[in-house]
């Protein structure tokens, strides 16, 4: 039902809280003490308890239910501040660009100055931010060969968009499909995690 709230002209930000304590508090009763349910295949009843797993959310849901902030300096939860950013005086936002890190080191881009920023890029890709449970997620997940060529594909992608589109068009969502490729390896295959059940 949180997802019905609809907080009016502004966001909710940290009075989600208030919507969150009582569910919080439900789900550990469930948990801890569950609820008699019946079982009709085995004629029994049974305590069961909830879990709750994984939520989906919009990006901006994501800041406030996690208190990861996804906007300004920080907003790469992948690459935390690893990543490029500069702050657009005249349209008062944050764009997030130099993907020619991802390409290979001898890729043509790699130098051209005039076509981007106006700066040759020598630095690698920016190392992702890992928790010991990342570290134990990805050694139990299979890893498939062609990632790293997606990883390469996404960002000459946004490399040739960064030449032809002005650096306002650079949001965070646009710089967030640079993780795809990293998020893939990570959590596997789409269809144990997409959407579209869930909005159908």
């Given at each position: 039902?949180?997802?019905l709230?609809?907080?009016?002209?502004?966001?909710?930000?940290?009075s989600i809280d208030v919507?969150?304590?009582?569910?919080i508090d439900e789900l550990k009763e469930l948990w801890e003490k569950g609820f008699e349910t019946y079982n009709a295949s085995?004629?029994?009843f049974f305590q069961a308890h909830v879990a709750l797993l994984w939520t989906i959310n919009d990006f901006l849901a994501y800041a406030m239910?996690?208190?990861?902030?996804?906007?300004?300096?920080?907003?790469?939860?992948?690459?935390?501040?690893?990543?490029c950013l500069r702050y657009l005086n005249n349209s008062k936002k944050m764009c997030y660009m130099c993907h020619r890190r991802?390409?290979?080191?001898?890729?043509?881009?790699?130098?051209d100055s005039k076509c981007f920023d106006g700066t040759q890029e020598s630095r690698g890709a920016p190392t992702p931010l890992k928790s010991s449970f990342f570290k134990m997620l990805c050694s139990k997940v299979i890893i498939v060969d062609d990632f790293e060529s997606l990883d390469v594909e996404i960002a000459s992608i946004l490399c040739e968009l960064e030449?032809?589109?002005?650096?306002?068009?650079?949001?965070i969502m646009v710089h967030l499909s640079i993780h795809l490729a990293y998020e893939a390896r990570i959590v596997g295959l789409v269809h144990y995690r997409w959407m579209y059940p869930i909005e159908r």
């Open positions: 039902m949180l997802s709230l609809i907080p009016g002209p502004s966001t909710l930000k940290s919507y969150l304590e009582p569910l085995s004629k029994e239910l996690s208190g990861w902030t996804t906007s300004g300096k920080l907003a790469s939860l992948v690459y935390n501040y690893h990543i991802w390409l290979d080191s001898k890729y043509r881009w790699r130098e030449r032809i589109c002005p650096p306002s068009f650079f949001v």
